[in-house]
């Protein structure tokens, strides 16, 4: 039972977990859905020339996977580890994705400028933190043992 009188359901656990492990064999695990965020940059903050136009910016949440390698690129700086995280969340520009395979993520990165790679590290950053429904419900429902 919650702090607000509402039954929680038992099995939303097992349940989640059935629905998307069911079909998978051999140790695969399930795509989880990621969510996204999309902005628009003015190419005036990026490196000077490069953009000719504003674009469009998509971010992906990061997996724990990611996370785990933003971390270990930072060596455990908080202030580079914020920095790491955004660069990695980068996915496409106007719709086309990045080919991280041919460095266009670094080449992006660099191109972004000071100010543009401000902007993503601030966009992830806002997207990434739980609003405040979200932590007023956290906190409403905190119990201490």
Known sequence: MST?????????????????????????????PRRSVTFTIDHSVC?????????????????????????????????????SMARRSLHSVNGETIDRGRGMDEWLWENLGSGGRQLVT???AW??????DAMGKAQASLRIG
């Open 47 to 83: 490196a000077p020339g490069v953009f000719g136009e504003d674009f469009e910016v998509t971010l992906l949440a990061l997996s724990p996977a990611d996370e785990l390698a933003a971390a270990r690129e930072s060596k455990g700086d908080v202030m580079t580890m914020a920095t």
């Open 122 to 124: 601030a966009m992830f």
């Open 127 to 132: 997207v990434g933190t739980p609003g405040e």
């Open 4 to 32: 607000q009188g509402k039954p929680r359901n038992a099995r939303l656990l097992m349940d989640a977990f059935e629905r998307t492990t069911k079909g998978l064999e051999g140790g695969r695990r399930p795509e989880v």
